[in-house]
């Protein structure tokens, strides 16, 4: 099986400044990542990195077998951003018409949205309930509307690797539930491969299998079962927080 993502040796400054050093890793299909690390630490740096969205890094990133640099088949890499904005906010789309070209994307010719396709959409924006918003002009959402249309964008494609940069913020309780229940299911059914970049290191190992922790280089990558007994990282958290984030004990 090969790596959605492999990062060997990454390093990244901006100007003089190291934000990232020597960062290796590895994501498989089925993995469920949780990327954390403290403001700073290079966790949005790190995935815009290896997205393409920054360049002049050292050390080798291939995506799907295929190095970053002739990497083309970018419809299989959904990504959300923490801070959305609109280069045009005039744009007259509305979130129906957003959404959906998340599917046309996946289509050969003709490109045509269908009834069944309309459907779908209209399911999977009420799921993450914004279903109300359906012909609403994208330019009049909220910056927390925004985001959960560019979610449901994301979703629609069913992606092989998914990568969501603080998705939750912007979601109530309820629609975070529902949230991360499309995601499990994603992850678990169609093995869609996860980095989800979050600051909640106190609820990440509920829904992730894998922890990236990051300082600038890597402090821990593996499974929260090996994180719980790393004596390495209990030196470094505590005991306490140790079993925290692990969540193997909650």
């Not at 400054?13 to 590895?26: A, C, K, M």
């Not at 914004?130 to 509307?145: A, F, M, T």
């Not at 402090?219 to 927080?241: E, H, L, Q, R, W």
Request: aromatic share 10%; with cysteine.
């Amino acid at each position: 099986m090969d790596a959605c993502i492999r990062v060997s040796h990454v390093g990244f400054q901006y100007g003089s400044t190291p934000v990232l050093e020597d960062i290796s890793f590895e994501v498989f299909p089925g993995d469920f990542v949780g990327l954390v690390g403290h403001n700073g630490s290079g966790k949005t740096t790190l995935m815009k990195v290896v997205l393409g969205l920054l360049s002049n890094f050292t050390g080798s990133i291939t995506l799907f077998g295929k190095s970053q640099s002739s990497f083309h088949d970018w419809k299989r890499i959904g990504y959300v951003p923490q801070n959305i904005t609109l280069s045009n906010p005039l744009f007259p789309a509305t979130v129906e018409e957003v959404v959906s070209l998340g599917l046309l994307s996946k289509k050969s010719f003709p490109k045509r949205v269908t009834k069944v396709d309309k459907k779908v959409i209209h399911a999977m924006l009420e799921q993450l309930s914004v279903g109300d918003l359906k012909d609403r002009l994208i330019g009049n959402l909220s910056g927390g509307q925004l985001q959960r249309v560019f979610l449901a964008r994301a979703f629609i494609t069913k992606p092989d690797l998914l990568i969501l940069d603080e998705p939750s913020n912007a979601l109530d309780a309820l629609t975070r539930e529902q949230f991360f229940s499309i995601l499990k299911e994603f992850n678990k059914e169609q093995k869609t491969a996860i980095i989800l970049i979050t600051h909640d290191t106190q609820d990440v190992g509920t829904y992730a299998n894998k922890l990236l922790f990051l300082d600038q280089k890597v402090v821990y990558f593996g499974s929260f079962p090996d994180f719980c007994t790393s004596a390495n990282m209990g030196k470094k958290f505590g005991i306490d927080v140790q079993h925290a984030i692990c969540h193997q004990h909650l």
